[in-house]
């Protein structure tokens, strides 16, 4: 590995969501959906792609612009491009699937599944067409939402859906807005909706394998799990959304991202069409149920995830996504080790700063301080879909004297910021770029929630300036925490060695 790599993966200023990570060739490849910073709503921005050599996952290189929202016909009625995915055909080619949607995800389960189509797998990708009926017809069965493929020595299937909770409580509906809004374009009464969810011809994960047009269907598409969960292994998973699957030996993984809408779970089934049974959670972006951390201890703020696993040069990953700048809209690809034991189980991966390093990262020179993997002030919220207004600390960005900086925002008494993991060689001088509005102080932990070893005292400020502190922080792999006590917030910038 010529440099490090670190959390996220892509340039800070960068935010790949729903990444699908995918090796042709020697290159591993990365799809996903693309926000803007800071931006007002979901996947505002045209598709890109970053590929790297799979034996050097630090150097990504960005491919460009591989495809437009434009490109697509109902471009107009409906201009955002969500979660995509790749696959290379038995013609040699590169098949993009991708579903449109409107602002807010407002009338993005009503349309087809659409793809484009390149010479090769860094585009750039042209419109083919609409994942189709023999008769021409759009494939409209299920909402067609969040498309996943593979090509499986041959046969190309194509995996989608979404699914919500319509369990009564107290007379209220939980999908109410889903009731309400999204399945407007069915025409029918919300009681009418919910009819036909309870005789589960609308939600749930399905799958169909397409013709070798990669457009038309050969039969009627068919759930990959129970949509009616209760007493199943996926009672307290339950499917959500953003379907993706992989093959490993003979057996297949269903990677979802389930209803407590901060987890990739996955299952596993022999066959690729049915029979899956629970595997368990790979990541949460807020460490929950590792260890058997709870919710309301989570260690960043939480929200939608969705991602995948590969093998890339001999060794697996799971790449997921965090949120940044309060909300929803503004997400950064992230991944992490795993390893898929013998019994092809997989232990739960703990969210690190040095997700693709191959080790941990050295403890010299200077970091970007978002590239810390736990943010939290105790009592973190769970995204949404829409811009919190609440003061907690947060990714976010702003120009500082003609140049846009990233920094963690927000920071107040009692923050927590950690970085997983440093080799550290002994005593150190340790360095914190930060703004502050009042006095305060940075105190070192040996660990999460642990000893004082150091601290920096920090002053007010007009800008970043640096701090400095002397810190013992013995030898080996181990985090760095950090924790704030004072007055006022603190925009933390840089950490350095």
Same mark, same amino acid.
């Given at each position: 590995? =010529?440099?490090?790599?670190?959390?996220?993966?892509?340039?800070?200023?960068?935010?790949?969501?729903?990444?699908?990570?995918?090796?042709?060739?020697?290159?591993?490849?990365?799809?996903? #959906?693309?926000?803007?910073?800071?931006?007002?709503?979901?996947?505002?921005?045209?598709?890109?792609?970053y590929s790297a050599p799979v034996d050097d996952l630090s150097d990504w290189r960005y491919e460009g612009v591989i495809y437009k929202a434009e490109q697509d016909p109902d471009y107009g009625n409906r201009n955002y491009m969500y979660a995509p995915d790749c696959v290379r055909g038995n013609d040699g080619k590169y098949y993009l699937y991708y579903a449109m949607s409107g602002k807010d995800g407002v009338g993005g389960y @009503?349309?087809?599944?659409?793809?484009?189509?390149?010479?090769?797998?860094?585009?750039?990708?042209?419109?083919?067409?609409?994942?189709?009926?023999?008769?021409?017809?759009?494939?409209?069965? &299920?909402?067609?939402? %969040?498309?996943?493929?593979?090509?499986?020595?041959? /046969?190309?299937?194509?995996?989608? *859906?979404?699914? &919500?909770?319509?369990?009564?409580?107290?007379?209220?509906?939980?999908?109410?807005?889903?009731? !309400?809004?999204?399945?407007?374009?069915?025409? =029918?009464?919300?009681?009418?909706?919910?009819?036909?969810?309870?005789?589960?011809?609308?939600? *749930?994960?399905?799958?169909?394998?397409? !013709?070798?047009?990669?457009?038309?269907?050969?039969?009627?598409?068919?759930?990959?799990?129970? @949509? =009616?969960?209760?007493?199943?292994?996926?009672?307290?998973?339950?499917?959500?959304?953003?379907?993706?699957?992989?093959?490993?030996?003979?057996? @297949?993984?269903?990677?979802?991202?389930?209803?407590?809408?901060?987890?990739?779970?996955?299952?596993?089934?022999?066959?690729?069409?049915?029979?899956?049974?629970?595997?368990?959670?790979?990541?949460?972006?807020? %460490?929950?149920?590792?260890?058997?951390? =709870?919710?309301?201890?989570?260690?960043?703020?939480?929200?939608?995830?969705?991602?995948?696993?590969?093998?890339?040069?001999?060794?697996?990953?799971?790449?997921?996504?965090?949120?940044?700048?309060? #909300?929803?809209?503004?997400?950064?690809?992230?991944?992490?080790?795993?390893?898929? !034991?013998?019994?092809? #189980?997989?232990?739960?991966?703990?969210?690190?700063?040095?997700?693709?390093?191959?080790?941990?990262?050295? /403890?010299?020179?200077? @970091?970007?301080?978002?590239?810390?993997?736990?943010?939290?002030?105790?009592?973190?919220?769970?995204?949404?879909?829409?811009?919190?207004?609440? #003061?907690?600390?947060?990714?976010?960005?702003?120009?500082?004297?003609?140049?846009?900086?990233?920094?963690?925002?927000?920071?107040?008494?009692?923050?927590?910021?950690?970085?997983?993991?440093?080799?550290?060689? *002994?005593?150190?001088?340790?360095?914190?770029? /930060?703004?502050?509005? /009042?006095?305060?102080?940075?105190?070192?932990?040996?660990?999460?929630?642990?000893?004082?070893?150091?601290?920096?005292?920090?002053?007010?400020?007009?800008?970043?300036?640096?701090?400095?502190?002397?810190?013992?922080?013995?030898?080996?792999?181990?985090?760095?925490?950090?924790?704030?006590? *004072?007055e006022g917030e603190v925009k933390l910038l840089k950490i350095g060695f």
């Amino acid at each position: 590995m =010529k440099k490090q790599a670190f959390n996220p993966y892509l340039p800070i200023s960068e935010y790949v969501p729903d990444g699908e990570p995918h090796v042709f060739g020697d290159r591993v490849y990365v799809y996903g #959906s693309h926000d803007k910073e800071g931006g007002e709503t979901f996947c505002m921005l045209d598709y890109v792609t970053y590929s790297a050599p799979v034996d050097d996952l630090s150097d990504w290189r960005y491919e460009g612009v591989i495809y437009k929202a434009e490109q697509d016909p109902d471009y107009g009625n409906r201009n955002y491009m969500y979660a995509p995915d790749c696959v290379r055909g038995n013609d040699g080619k590169y098949y993009l699937y991708y579903a449109m949607s409107g602002k807010d995800g407002v009338g993005g389960y @009503y349309g087809p599944v659409s793809v484009a189509v390149s010479d090769s797998p860094a585009g750039r990708f042209e419109y083919l067409g609409y994942v189709r009926n023999a008769d021409g017809s759009p494939m409209l069965d &299920y909402v067609c939402f %969040d498309p996943a493929v593979i090509n499986d020595g041959g /046969a190309i299937r194509l995996y989608y *859906g979404t699914q &919500y909770n319509f369990e009564e409580q107290d007379g209220a509906m939980e999908s109410k807005w889903f009731v !309400e809004t999204e399945c407007s374009m069915f025409n =029918k009464k919300p009681e009418e909706i919910l009819a036909m969810a309870e005789k589960d011809s609308v939600m *749930g994960p399905v799958t169909v394998e397409l !013709e070798d047009d990669m457009l038309t269907v050969k039969s009627k598409p068919r759930h990959v799990i129970p @949509y =009616k969960v209760k007493g199943t292994d996926f009672e307290e998973h339950p499917f959500f959304e953003g379907s993706s699957i992989r093959k490993v030996g003979e057996k @297949y993984y269903f990677v979802y991202s389930s209803q407590l809408n901060h987890e990739l779970c996955y299952a596993v089934s022999d066959k690729p069409d049915r029979d899956f049974r629970f595997g368990g959670t790979i990541v949460s972006n807020g %460490d929950v149920g590792l260890n058997g951390r =709870k919710a309301e201890d989570r260690l960043n703020m939480t929200g939608t995830t969705h991602g995948s696993i590969e093998e890339i040069n001999g060794e697996w990953y799971v790449f997921y996504h965090r949120l940044t700048h309060k #909300s929803d809209y503004s997400r950064q690809g992230c991944a992490e080790k795993i390893r898929i !034991e013998e019994d092809g #189980s997989i232990k739960q991966a703990e969210m690190t700063s040095c997700g693709l390093n191959g080790g941990p990262l050295r /403890a010299e020179g200077e @970091y970007p301080a978002v590239i810390a993997c736990v943010i939290t002030n105790g009592h973190m919220p769970h995204g949404t879909n829409k811009k919190l207004e609440e #003061s907690f600390p947060n990714v976010n960005h702003g120009d500082f004297d003609g140049k846009t900086e990233r920094f963690i925002d927000e920071i107040s008494d009692g923050t927590v910021i950690g970085f997983r993991y440093f080799d550290f060689k *002994g005593e150190s001088e340790l360095t914190l770029t /930060a703004l502050c509005t /009042a006095k305060g102080r940075f105190e070192v932990l040996d660990e999460l929630d642990g000893n004082v070893i150091g601290e920096i005292a920090l002053r007010p400020t007009t800008g970043f300036e640096s701090f400095s502190a002397r810190i013992a922080f013995g030898q080996g792999e181990k985090g760095l925490w950090l924790r704030y006590r *004072g007055e006022g917030e603190v925009k933390l910038l840089k950490i350095g060695f």
